[in-house]
């Protein structure tokens, strides 16, 4: 999922809120160093992560903050986001520089691995089945299973825009639903606090669409859809679809979300995804789009929830010929009895 609201270096100088950021991020820091070399415990390293910080708010001042100082070309934004010092782009990496990066990328892989319910997961009467495929190294996506007295949370999401920058936000958020579960809040409360602390502890155009839900042993559940993918409950009787029940999470903190409420039988599943399944492209420049995701369901109503995420994901490669442009996760939750 890409956010068009995040702030872009274009070799000017910036303007309006975008320079504020940046601007207040390094001050910031600068008087943070400032204060340890003030205490005398002043080493090298500080005095040169000053004269960083300094060089950086002098590029910010001349307009080419944001720019490589060798090819002239724009830094990932998602690299600045996550270091406001750097001073060349990906591709003008030399060599030192690239094997630290690689190194960086594939602990942040593991850590995000690490943070995934176990691939087998079942509680009071529910399984839970998934699929998790980062668009690169890492991913924006977001999937827990969290057990609670009287059956388990699930949250599952999509941060805006990919890699590294997307990857911290999703391990924020997942940090953030961790602590309020062992709250007990009603979903309405747990939702709405979560939303309010990604939206004090984010920038302008960082959100995240997610699905934060509550299912119960006897069968019922609830569950509240920030700007997420209609979820689609899968019965003996056909497959309904879910749609969203208020805006992405981040953008207003005063946001108040509905909460939606099911009845699943014995063998009903809920399937979730991200945009990596539905925006998948065929040759011609079509979108597999949701007509198709629900039509699968539909024929695939009966498996195992394993074969239902291979159904999905083999149908997908067929239509696009390729891996997703996109991080792709997909969870189906079946009742088993």
Request: charged share 20%; glycine share 8%; aromatic share 8%.
């Given at each position: 999922?890409?956010?068009?609201?995040?702030?872009?270096?274009?070799?000017?100088?910036?303007?309006?809120?975008?320079?504020?950021?940046?601007?207040?991020?390094?001050?910031?820091?600068?008087?943070?160093?400032?204060?340890?070399?003030?205490?005398?415990?002043?080493?090298?390293?500080?005095r040169?992560?000053?004269?960083?910080?300094?060089?950086?708010?002098?590029?910010?001042?001349?307009?080419?903050?944001?720019?490589?100082?060798?090819?002239?070309?724009?830094?990932?934004?998602?690299?600045?986001?996550?270091?406001?010092?750097?001073?060349?782009?990906?591709?003008?990496?030399?060599?030192?520089?690239?094997r630290?990066?690689?190194?960086?990328?594939?602990?942040?892989?593991?850590?995000?691995?690490?943070?995934?319910?176990?691939?087998?997961?079942?509680i009071?009467?529910?399984?839970?089945?998934?699929?998790?495929?980062?668009?690169?190294?890492?991913?924006?996506?977001?999937?827990d299973?969290?057990?609670?007295?009287?059956?388990?949370?699930?949250?599952?999401?999509?941060?805006?825009?990919?890699?590294?920058?997307?990857?911290?936000?999703?391990?924020?958020?997942h940090?953030?639903?961790?602590?309020?579960?062992?709250?007990?809040?009603?979903?309405?409360?747990?939702?709405?606090?979560?939303?309010?602390?990604?939206?004090?502890?984010?920038?302008a155009?960082?959100?995240?669409?997610?699905?934060?839900g509550?299912?119960?042993?006897d069968?019922?559940?609830?569950?509240?859809?920030?700007?997420?993918?209609?979820?689609?409950?899968i019965?003996?009787?056909?497959?309904?679809?879910?749609?969203?029940?208020?805006v992405p999470?981040?953008?207003?903190?005063?946001?108040?979300?509905?909460?939606?409420?099911?009845?699943?039988?014995?063998?009903d599943?809920?399937?979730?995804y991200?945009?990596?399944?539905?925006?998948?492209?065929?040759?011609?420049?079509v979108?597999?789009?949701?007509?198709?995701?629900?039509?699968?369901?539909?024929?695939?109503?009966?498996?195992?929830p394993?074969?239902?995420?291979s159904?999905?994901?083999?149908?997908?490669?067929?239509?696009?010929?390729?891996?997703?442009?996109?991080?792709?996760?997909?969870?189906?939750?079946?009742?088993?009895?």
């Amino acid at each position: 999922m890409e956010s068009t609201a995040t702030p872009q270096p274009m070799g000017t100088q910036p303007m309006g809120p975008e320079a504020g950021y940046w601007r207040g991020e390094l001050e910031s820091r600068r008087e943070r160093l400032l204060a340890a070399t003030e205490a005398g415990v002043a080493e090298s390293s500080l005095r040169e992560l000053l004269s960083s910080v300094d060089a950086a708010l002098a590029r910010l001042d001349s307009g080419t903050f944001g720019i490589c100082e060798r090819c002239h070309g724009t830094i990932e934004a998602e690299r600045l986001f996550s270091d406001p010092l750097v001073r060349f782009c990906l591709d003008d990496l030399n060599a030192e520089e690239q094997r630290a990066l690689e190194r960086d990328l594939a602990l942040a892989a593991d850590i995000q691995r690490a943070l995934l319910p176990p691939s087998d997961w079942s509680i009071d009467g529910w399984q839970a089945r998934y699929h998790y495929q980062p668009a690169k190294i890492v991913s924006g996506d977001y999937c827990d299973l969290i057990p609670s007295n009287s059956g388990f949370l699930f949250l599952f999401g999509d941060v805006a825009g990919k890699g590294v920058a997307a990857s911290m936000l999703m391990t924020h958020l997942h940090a953030t639903f961790r602590s309020l579960a062992g709250q007990h809040l009603a979903l309405s409360s747990l939702i709405g606090h979560a939303n309010r602390l990604f939206c004090e502890s984010t920038t302008a155009g960082q959100y995240a669409t997610m699905i934060v839900g509550a299912a119960h042993s006897d069968g019922r559940v609830e569950y509240v859809s920030a700007g997420h993918l209609p979820l689609f409950h899968i019965a003996g009787d056909g497959v309904r679809c879910g749609a969203a029940t208020g805006v992405p999470l981040g953008m207003f903190s005063s946001t108040e979300y509905a909460v939606c409420r099911l009845q699943l039988a014995p063998g009903d599943r809920l399937f979730l995804y991200t945009d990596g399944l539905t925006e998948a492209f065929n040759s011609a420049g079509v979108e597999f789009g949701q007509e198709r995701v629900q039509s699968l369901a539909k024929r695939h109503s009966a498996e195992h929830p394993q074969a239902l995420l291979s159904a999905c994901l083999d149908e997908m490669q067929s239509f696009s010929s390729g891996k997703p442009a996109d991080d792709l996760t997909m969870l189906v939750l079946h009742r088993s009895h």
